[in-house]
């Protein structure tokens, strides 16, 4: 027999049996569009926790106070007996590789004008802020480059709290109290919207030493640089612990590069994008076992077939190639249609619910027709066999 | 027929094609399990978590310094704020009616040495009312005593992992430690919890908050522990809390009060549409199920047609044959739900024993809702072909056209 009479025969075989291999290729086909269709939520979530982390940009390293190996709040960062101090930043911003350095303390007061309040989060930043968390002003100028030491006392305000605080009304130049001291309002950023949960647009930047000056403290919480894009992250890192130690005289500080954030990142989302994809495979392994039995059926109604083929010469691994077949063709079809049905979903749920990230991913849907198929084959392998072991004789006298 | 002659004959049918029942009770069985053991993993997640925030201690209130505007949003976490939550109003807090007891925390990192041993850990400065207030245990020694909590003595109190770090099997009590720049003399170590949510308490050193405040020349609180008298006080403690620290911070609202039933009935809600989801997710599974015993049941139709042509020829109803094919299918999904929660059970037991720190509990809505849509898809599915066999015309079946 040829592989064309073959695919003939089991083509034949599953049209003439239809509802029986409509329901079949059912079974495995909403198992598939369950993996297609919770592999591309995962996937979209992926997607959407990278975008929103390296919003940042990519080229950050984050320095904070305590050796701490966890990414927790560390006790280090409200005190510690060996401070971060406004000069470790000055130093570091003479690295080699480094473009931009930046202090931070954050805290949270209360802003004032008009009469109007707001409590808020106040972030002690230096003038590089635009440049090192890649954000912008929409209005007038960030904060200028002053000697932090004797920082004016300028202020720039995040979109909410401008529109909070003067509405309509045209800020610039406007004079604020930021926790009893008097500010000047010299910018406004642009709206940047929620990051975990944290408005980011509530919040209002005022220099750093002015900060740590308003909260009586001498310690930075975090200092944040950017190398230039295409020098060694190592090369940067191992600076940074060269000059910190000269200062500090020990290891007292813990050093976070961006990429390492992102790569724990993506290596748990992984995690969790295969762990929802198992989820719906439990369908898919009992579809299997749905082709397991009907295809133990058919080779007990066809036992005469094939005693008759057998009969007129047809070889065992014809028999059992033929049955194979059959069971591949019913995975197969269904798996085409699950993918289908999948990817329909998931484009529907993108159309009618932009909000969820959902980004159907054509590795995964290759990957699971690949599994349908395999399923198919391994479900058909124990009644083919059982198949193609029939003494043409019985099998023929079974009728 | 009456109804047991009705399940005889289904039951009998069922046996008779052993191969695919099995199969069919696989498919089934399979689906309930999963759904069984998912549902058991997430309920367990949910009373590990709400069990370690309850373990924190009872009618707990945190008060954090700082205040966000946007309501709903997360509690300013690591706040600075211009006005100190100070010890003084902590101890001004304690004096509120709802109010039993209260432990300031101040926190910070510092180096701990003993000898030629040092280690970097995080600093908790609290008063004597800490140890009762998150039920700690000691495993050796004293907590430090109920002094005047604005002295700052220098004793200590070591967290069982920073113990073993400085000082291996040897005898701790009564040694002088170093933490910063200041030395204290141990007078407790802390029983090992194991583990704890928010706080590593193994690999901590306690001091009097006055000491900690001196330590790190910083008079602010980065939490105050307030227990409630009971739950119906945890309220009025609130609203009392806010006016204290309101009427001492010339009238302005600084600080947030966090309940601990907030935070357990936040992540409850949590849990419990993660283990909802996960559960929907699986039984998906029951779905294709229901599909696979339809088309067993319909297989079954096909072969069985000249059986039911004599039994109509003998004079059973249409309702008779459809009830036979019912019962033939609620047979296989009740007996594959059975065994599969069977199965489901023993493999919870089978973990349970391997991890006993993951309280394992499958709830019984989740068993119930289970065997019940199993039930409901069996039967649904088994409609279809029962129908199809009640339609079957005697004299065209019994000449098995």
């Known amino acids: 027999m040829r592989v064309i009479d073959i695919s003939r025969l089991a083509a034949g075989a599953v049209i003439a049996h239809r509802s029986r291999s409509l329901l079949t290729s059912l079974g495995i086909a909403v198992g598939i569009a369950a993996v297609v269709l919770l592999t591309s939520i995962g996937e979209g979530v992926h997607r959407f926790v990278l975008q929103e982390f390296s919003q940042f940009g990519t080229n950050i390293i984050a320095v904070t106070p305590g050796k701490t190996e966890t990414f927790g709040i560390s006790g280090a960062q409200i005190s510690n007996v060996r401070p971060l101090s406004l000069d470790d930043s000055a130093a570091l911003g003479r690295l080699e590789h480094v473009v931009a350095v930046m202090p931070v303390v954050q805290g949270n007061a209360q802003v004032e004008f008009d009469g109007r309040t707001r409590r808020t989060m106040i972030l002690g930043v230096g003038s590089e802020l635009p440049q090192v968390w890649s954000m912008d002003v929409s209005a007038g100028h960030f904060l200028p480059p002053d000697d932090q030491r004797a920082a004016r006392a300028f202020v720039v305000l995040g979109a909410k709290v401008r529109s909070e605080l003067f ?4 800020p610039l130049g406007q004079r604020l109290r930021v926790g009893g001291d008097r500010y000047r309002v010299i910018g406004v950023m642009e709206a940047k919207g929620q990051f975990l949960g944290f408005d980011l647009d509530d919040a209002v930047y005022v220099p750093a030493g002015k900060a740590l000056g308003l909260f009586n403290r001498e310690s930075l919480m975090e200092i944040d640089l950017v190398y230039r894009a295409g020098s060694s992250v190592d090369t940067v890192h191992a600076g940074i612990e060269r ?3 000269a200062r500090h005289g020990s290891d007292d500080f813990t050093v976070t590069t961006q990429q390492q954030m992102l790569d724990i990142l993506g290596s748990v989302l992984d995690v969790l994008t295969f762990a929802v994809a198992a989820l719906g495979g439990i369908s898919l392994f009992v579809g299997g076992v749905g082709v397991l039995t009907i295809m133990t059926i058919a080779v007990r109604e066809r036992r005469a077939e094939v005693g008759l083929l057998r009969a007129i010469g047809a070889r065992r691994s014809q028999v059992l190639r033929l049955f194979l077949f059959e069971s591949l063709l019913l995975s197969a079809a269904g798996g085409l249609a699950g993918l289908a049905l999948g990817l329909g979903l998931a484009v529907a749920i993108k159309a009618f619910a932009p909000s969820l990230p959902v980004h159907p991913s054509l590795e995964y849907a290759f990957l699971a027709e690949l599994l349908a198929v395999v399923i198919g084959l391994v479900a058909g392998v124990l009644p083919a066999r059982h198949a193609a072991r029939l003494q043409p004789l019985d099998a023929l006298r079974a009728e | 027929m009456i109804a047991t002659d009705v399940l005889t004959y289904a039951a009998g049918s069922v046996l008779g094609y052993r191969a695919r029942t099995l199969l069919t009770l696989l498919a089934m069985g399979i689906g309930v399990a999963s759904v069984v053991m998912l549902t058991a993993l997430g309920e367990g997640a949910r009373r590990f978590v709400t069990g370690e925030f309850q373990s924190l201690g009872t009618h707990l209130l945190i008060v954090l310094p700082g205040r966000s505007e946007t309501t709903g949003g997360p509690p300013p976490l690591l706040g600075e704020t211009p006005r100190d939550l100070t010890l003084d109003d902590a101890l001004a807090i304690e004096r509120s009616r709802a109010v039993r007891r209260i432990a300031p925390i101040a926190v910070g990192s510092a180096g701990v040495s003993y000898r030629e041993r040092e ?3 995080m600093v908790i400065g609290s008063t004597a009312a800490f140890l009762d207030v998150r039920r700690l245990k000691m495993a050796s020694g004293r907590f430090f005593s109920t002094s ?8 200590c109190v070591l967290g069982a992992k920073l113990k073993h770090e400085l000082f291996g099997a040897g005898p701790a009590i009564g040694r002088w430690v170093r933490v910063g720049d200041r030395r204290f003399r141990v007078v407790g170590t802390l029983a090992s919890e194991g583990r704890s949510i928010g ?15 001196a330590l790190f020349d910083s008079y602010s609180l980065f939490r105050v522990l307030v227990e409630a008298r ?3 006080a945890i309220p009025r403690a609130r609203r009392d809390i806010l006016r204290i620290i309101r009427q001492r911070h010339e009238g302005e609202d600084d600080v947030t009060v966090i309940t601990q039933d907030a935070v357990v009935a936040t992540f409850d809600k949590i849990f419990r549409a993660l283990t909802l989801t996960v559960a929907g997710i699986a039984s998906i599974s029951l779905a294709v199920a229901g599909i696979l015993i339809m088309n067993v049941m319909l297989v079954a139709v096909s072969q069985r047609t000249t059986e039911v042509g004599l039994l109509k020829a003998l004079g059973a109803s249409s309702g008779a044959i459809m009830r036979v094919f019912l019962a033939e299918a609620a047979i296989l999904s009740l007996v594959g739900a059975a065994a599969g929660v069977a199965v489901g059970y023993a493999a919870i037991r089978f973990v349970d024993q391997a991890y006993p720190l993951l309280p394992l509990s499958t709830p019984l809505w989740a068993v119930a809702s289970a065997v019940l849509v ?9 409609v279809l072909p029962a129908r199809r066999a009640a339609k079957l015309d005697p004299v065209a079946a019994l000449a098995g056209r």
């Open chain 1, 167 to 170: 509405g309509d009304r045209n």
């Open chain 1, 243 to 245: 000059i910190l130690r």
């Open chain 2, 119 to 121: 280690r970097e850990v």
């Open chain 2, 148 to 155: 005047d909590p604005r002295r700052a003595s220098p004793v």
């Open chain 2, 199 to 213: 706080l590593d308490l193994e690999d901590i050193v306690i001091v009097p908050v006055a000491a900690a405040q």
């Open chain 2, 230 to 232: 009971s739950d119906e």
């Open chain 2, 374 to 382: 199993a039930m409901t898809t069996g039967l649904l599915f088994g």
